[in-house]
């Protein structure tokens, strides 16, 4: 068997591409964990979330963004509708549609969630990492916004 030898450097890019991608995803759990999400399923909070991001759409475009069939996506929506979070209306050119958008009582759910993780990312910052570590961390913020932008 042939092992081709990797370079230190390339090694350790490696590993920290490796630890970095389960760090955010441990991180994207917690920070799940502290939304209160309630019995809102990940579907269901992906369609709520798109709906904040990009505005109303049909059963069919959020089906197609969300790749899955639009009947599944019918079934998402309703019970995003029975939570009161969703609402339909005609579409405005094709009788057969309903645009659907997120209700006030929705918007207020989405920023009470957000304000509830910020809120626990800024206490824990706070306890848990020394004033230098803390500006330490506000520089591998600049650092992964690079990597987003990439």
Request: hydrophobic share 40%; glycine share 6%; with cysteine.
């Amino acid at each position: 068997m042939n092992k081709r030898k990797v370079d230190p450097e390339t090694a350790r890019v490696s590993a920290t591409a490796g630890e970095l991608r389960v760090l955010i995803g441990q991180f994207r759990r917690r920070l799940r964990e502290e939304a209160h999400a309630g019995d809102f399923t990940p579907s269901q909070i992906s369609v709520l979330s798109r709906l904040e991001r990009e505005g109303p759409a049909t059963v069919t475009t959020l089906a197609q963004a969300e790749g899955v069939r639009p009947q599944s996506m019918g079934a998402t929506v309703s019970a995003l509708q029975a939570a009161g979070f969703v609402i339909g209306s005609p579409h405005p050119t094709d009788g057969r549609q309903t645009v659907l958008s997120l209700t006030p009582a929705c918007r207020e759910w989405i920023k009470a969630s957000r304000a509830a993780r910020e809120d626990w990312l800024f206490r824990t910052i706070q306890a848990k990492l020394s004033l230098a570590e803390q500006k330490k961390l506000a520089g591998a913020v600049e650092l992964l916004k690079r990597l987003v932008d990439a």
